[in-house]
């Protein structure tokens, strides 16, 4: 799997969107960009994911350059629950792909 | 809705004792995996099976064993714990393919 490169920490104000950048210039072509984040020492939990196309779900948006080098995954209206430590993962789907490699992500602080 | 439950929370352990982290799942997923996850790293497989009847060791086996006791299910077992296995511990479950769902985790402390 494709190593990514995130930057150890982001302050956010209450309320504002924050936008978690992610490099992965490595990535080959059958490989998706995930995102988890883990807040305190809670189970890493699931946000999205995606392959090319720009993704949205109840939690977030994920944006994919087009050359698949770099993804920014937003929090559209970040509340405090929000702070927690934010994981970009590359992986290939399917048959024999099973660990996920967590780095060591980005501290996301989200501030009143 | 659940999801994936782990039991118990919470265990201390002498060296040398033996034990069985439980996990389950209601997601009626094929795949389930075992984590571990030391203090300010991320984390790393243990085992994983990725369908019932079938286990296969991760990045870092050594001093563990896993039982798959049907879809639902999959314990991890410590024959003989070592103050290095001291660490959170992590169930997760997915589908052959998607994102794998965690549970809350095991803290796991050997003296």
């Known amino acids: 799997d494709a190593k990514t490169t995130q930057p150890p920490s982001m302050d956010c104000a209450e309320g504002r969107a924050a936008n978690l950048p992610c490099n992965h210039s490595?990535?080959?072509?059958?490989?998706?960009v995930y995102w988890y984040r883990q807040i305190h020492s809670q189970g890493p939990q699931y946000i999205i994911h995606g392959l090319k196309n720009n993704e949205t779900n109840e939690m977030a948006s994920l944006i994919i350059t087009e050359d698949r080098k770099s993804s920014t995954l937003i929090l559209p209206h970040s509340t405090l629950r929000d702070t927690a430590v934010y994981y970009c993962?590359?992986?290939?789907?399917?048959?024999?792909?099973?660990?996920?490699?967590f780095g060591k992500g980005t501290k996301l602080s989200v501030i009143p | 809705n659940a999801g994936v439950t782990q039991t118990p929370k919470f265990q201390v352990l002498k060296t040398g004792q033996s034990m069985t982290l439980q996990c389950a799942q209601d997601m009626n997923h094929n795949s389930m995996y075992w984590y571990r996850q030391d203090p300010g790293m991320g984390l790393r497989l243990i085992y994983y099976?990725?369908?019932?009847?079938?286990?296969d060791k991760g990045e870092v086996p050594n001093g563990y064993n896993v039982s798959r006791l049907n879809k639902r299910e999959f314990s991890l077992r410590l024959e003989s714990a070592a103050p290095s296995q001291t660490s959170v511990y992590f169930c997760?479950?997915?589908?052959?393919?998607?994102?794998?769902?965690f549970g809350d985790g095991t803290r796991l402390s050997i003296l």
């Open positions: 993962i590359v992986r290939v789907e399917g048959a024999g792909s099973y660990q996920l490699t």
């Open positions: 099976s990725a369908s019932e009847g079938t286990t």
């Open positions: 490595t990535i080959s072509g059958n490989e998706y």
């Open positions: 997760a479950s997915s589908l052959r393919i998607g994102p794998q769902h």
